[in-house]
């Protein structure tokens, strides 16, 4: 190619100028400037196969929330989002990922790639080294992991988004809002795939205009979409029933057969449509039903497996349908625990010769429970949780520490495990005016099971969080506790707030862990009053701080 004279660079750079500035929308932009992996080599952005995109581009809504089932585009979509605000805005972006670690992936495996891809981004980005800011001329692209108070802090930016946004705390998410208090146009994306209802991007999607994609059925004509299960025919009664192949999608209306190769066609028709009008926030969700790419028979294989597989069970409706999701058992209900009140109301003193501990959580309120432990008759094991029934003498709150010792001396509570969190050197100074039998609990790593990690020269254990919260809330299903015929509704709430929840680690590896949506400081001062019947008893294994584990 025969080398350009300057007037004829200058040409080319207005030409591309008065270009660019023709193009006024995200999707166009995306279209001419983006460029996609494909068989054949890179291929320009297209919306064939994602076509409720296209409308997401364009939103100028200040907040728009995607409630996902994974692979479905989303995160290309902020990505391209990204990349037009700061080309043809010149606005700084902040794009924030739950961990630090994470954003490193971001960097390598989606930006760099799309740098590579298109001549426009590389022109556009002049300095890229730095995996956590990306400087494009006055504008910058920064990446964040959540953990990080300090690195969300003094960023000045005008948009923002939230990848996977189940995996962050939320309130690192307020704080990340506020980098955009001072400017006049901006605008936020929250992602993610949901765990359980009323948490993360949930609750979010909860409050907002709740859009779902509808298409126009090629059979009957009426606007629909595809839900699980009435759109789902499934041929195999197995995962590994070779008929299983033959799954197809219906029309829910009329039950019209639609072809998994025709879908791109059929999706054109389709639009977002809002569940609450007239909603300040913009929310989008969608399910993997709506894949071009995924064959239904293949969803319909994790379903199957889902139906025997508490962990699969999870992801199918978490990770497929995009859909919030408890499976059977995992959370206590209100049923449970009203089957475990009493004949009698809460106990102003302990009675004579009784074991009692009591559990503290510390919050804007600092909740306890305080129990009473009693050997059953017969029992065939040595696990002291095991072998005692607990009886619920008395459950509040107070606001001060001090207020707790009275309630030491008043119960002659045996032992005591408090929150380590928030306020340390308060607990500290508690633990200190009853030397021996109160604790500071940290839910930690590295100790497994139920047992409990002694801190050495300080009033300090640490213990696995799953293990005993499914060990303290288990007696409600056990009926090994009792509670109070007074007991507080408030108690009741937060006994039923913990939802425990089925994941893989990077490994494939599957594990459990808890989740709230709502206040549960009852639910952790009732494990912590647990934690202390085996400290107090002297019937814990112990592991050695310092040693590995």
Known sequence: MPKLTLPQMLAQRISEGLHRGSIRSCSRWAEEYRMMVSPTGPQPWSFQQFPWLEEMHNSENELNIGQKAAQVGFTEMCLNRCFYVIDAKGTSVLYVLPTEGDSSDFS???????????????????????????????????????????????????????????????????????????????????????????????????????????????????????????????????????????????????????????????????????????????????????????????????????????????????????????????????????????????????????????????????????????????????????????RVLMEGKVKNFEELDELMTRYQVIHCVIDNQPDTRKALEFAGRFEGIVHLCIYGNGTRGKNITVHPNEPKVTVDRTNWLDVSLSRFRQGTIKLPVNTSPEYKSHMTAPVRVYKRDNNGNAYGCYENTKNDHFAHARNYAEIALQLGAGAYSSVDIDSPV
């Not at 953990?147 to 939320?170: A, I, R, T, W």
């Not at 949901?194 to 090629?218: A, D, L, V």
């Not at 969608?286 to 139906?307: E, F, G, H, V």
Request: charged share 20%.
């Open 108 to 390: 390598s495996s989606r930006f760099d790639p799309a740098l590579e891809m298109s001549p426009h981004l590389q022109k556009l980005f002049s300095d890229v080294k730095n995996i956590s800011h990306k400087r494009a001329g006055g504008s910058s692209l920064f990446v964040r992991g959540s953990k990080s108070k300090s690195k969300l802090k003094s960023l000045p930016v005008g948009q923002m988004f939230f990848d996977e946004v189940d995996e962050m705390d939320e309130a690192n998410i307020t704080l990340a809002f506020e980098r955009m208090s001072g400017q006049i146009k901006r605008q936020a994306w929250m992602i993610s795939t949901p765990t359980i209802e009323g948490k993360g991007i949930n609750k979010f999607f909860q409050n907002s205009s709740q859009n779902h994609y509808f298409f126009k059925c090629p059979h009957c004509s009426k606007m629909t979409e595809l839900t699980f299960p009435e759109c789902m025919v499934i041929t195999g009664e197995s995962a590994n029933d070779p008929q299983l192949v033959n799954t197809y999608l219906v029309c829910k209306e009329c039950q019209g057969r639609l072809e998994h190769s025709q879908k791109q066609e059929i999706f054109k028709t389709g639009q977002w449509v809002p569940s609450i009008q007239e909603s300040l926030t913009q929310g989008y969700h969608i399910n993997q039903l709506y894949s071009c790419r995924l064959d239904p028979w293949k969803i319909a294989q994790l379903y199957l497996t889902s139906l025997t597989n508490a962990t699969d069970e999870q992801e199918f409706f978490n990770s497929k349908m995009g859909l919030p999701h408890a499976v059977k058992g995992a959370q206590l209900t209100e049923t449970e625990i009203d089957e475990c009140i009493g004949g009698y109301t809460s106990h102003q003193f302990s009675p004579p010769n009784s074991f009692v501990t009591m559990g503290v959580d510390v919050g804007t309120w600092i909740h306890y429970e305080i129990d009473q432990f009693t050997f059953k008759k017969q029992a065939t094991t040595q696990d002291i949780n095991l072998l005692t029934e607990c």
